[in-house]
């Protein structure tokens, strides 16, 4: 099974600060990257897909990047709306393991 | 509007089986994948498997797939999971998605809660 090492497990920052959470993958995973939101007491929503797609109706202050295996989610702006538990997901080989999340929590 | 909705949790007693639904409308339910997700209280999401649109194609996580099935029938919009011989870790909600590879729609999820 490919492994995605998230990091990191927990975030604490500022409004408007940018805010970077990373994903490592155990093995090449091309652009089957993706990450998702989870707010509290909420299913999951999709924001980023193909490593770098912005998901339909999310904002632009999120966006994906890829580094060969190493992925990255970037807020650019944090709003208090995004506080919440982010968690990649690899989708090359099944099974399609997820991250084990990040908490981003308001400083 | 894309809509997925679970159904048939609740508490079963340890080694007794469980059969999930999830009821899809709002898109062509037979042209996508489907799969399923399950969170354990306080913990995070753990890939369950997903069908393809004819069946053809199933995927499991290996430790589930001696334990879970998931089926579908697209004349009725509907996404199975039939778990069996459970145990308390499977405690957990459970959720259909909608998409192979990527979920782009989740429902709201069915807790199912493995106690005697």
């Known amino acids: 099974d490919i492994q995605m090492t998230q990091s990191p497990a927990s975030l604490s920052a500022s409004l408007e600060e940018i805010v970077t959470i990373t994903c490592q993958a155990s093995?090449?995973?091309?652009?089957?990257l993706a990450w998702y939101q989870q707010k509290p007491g909420k299913s999951p929503q999709l924001l980023i897909y193909g490593a770098t797609s912005l998901a339909d109706g999310v904002p632009s202050r999120f966006s994906g990047s890829r580094s060969g295996t190493q992925y990255s989610l970037k807020i650019s702006r944090l709003q208090v709306e995004d506080i919440g538990i982010y968690y990649c997901?690899?989708?090359?080989?099944?099974?399609?393991?997820f991250g084990a999340g990040t908490k981003l929590e308001l400083k | 509007e894309v809509k997925l909705v679970e159904s048939g949790g609740g508490l079963v007693q340890p080694g007794r089986s469980l059969k999930l639904s999830c009821a899809a409308s709002g898109f062509s339910f037979n042209d996508y994948w489907m799969g399923w997700v399950r969170q354990a209280p306080g913990k995070g999401l753990e890939w369950i498997g997903e069908i393809n649109q004819d069946s053809s194609t199933i995927n499991y996580t290996p430790s589930l797939k001696d334990k879970f099935t998931i089926s579908r029938d697209n004349a009725q919009n509907t996404l199975y999971l039939q778990m069996s011989k459970l145990g308390s870790e499977d405690t957990a909600i459970y959720y259909c998605?909608?998409?192979?590879?990527?979920?782009?729609?989740w429902g709201q999820g069915v807790m199912v809660t493995v106690s005697s």
């Open positions: 093995q090449d995973i091309g652009n089957w």
């Open positions: 998605a909608r998409g192979g590879g990527f979920f782009d729609y």
């Open positions: 997901q690899q989708a090359s080989s099944a099974p399609n393991t």
